[in-house]
Nanobody, 128 residues
Framework: QVQLVESGGGLVQAGGSLRLSCAAS????????MGWFRQAPGKERDFVAG????????RYGDSVKGRFTISRDGGKNTVYLQMNSLKPEDTAIYYC?????????????????????WGQGTQVTVSS
């Protein structure tokens, strides 16, 4: 059974840092593209960061470039999102996603429709 479980969210002051983790099970996830999305209240779910098979390629949403870093540990079947210089506008539920049916796992996927498995989300709240 494929499962993605996010952790590491919480309340942090503006300028602070958090590291989110996404623990995957049921497959060898290093073979597949994975990503992070976020959704604030009343807004659409937006792309935050993505990583290709094995971690060779990465992409970021414009609003997080230079502040967030995505990484993956194949041995632990885990993807991380290091978030630095957090801003109140980063407040959202953060979701981990994986595409187990990727036609080209070397690509970084950036849209919701390209992913077929999702975690339950973890809340990140940044206070001003």
């Amino acid at each position: 059974q494929v499962q993605l479980v996010e952790s590491g969210g919480g309340l942090v002051q503006a300028g602070g840092s958090l590291r989110l983790s996404c623990a995957a099970s049921g497959r060898t996830f290093s073979r597949y593209p994975m990503g992070w999305f976020r959704q604030a209240p009343g807004k659409e779910r937006d792309f935050v960061a993505g990583v290709s098979q094995g971690g060779a390629s990465k992409r970021y949403g414009d609003s997080v470039k230079g502040r967030f870093t995505i990484s993956r540990d194949g041995g632990k079947n885990t993807v991380y999102l290091q978030m630095n210089s957090l801003k109140p506008e980063d407040t959202a539920i953060y979701y981990c996603a994986a595409d187990l049916g990727a036609r080209d796992p070397s690509r970084v996927l950036t849209t919701i429709d390209e992913y077929d498995y999702w975690g339950q989300g973890t809340q990140v709240t940044v206070s001003s």
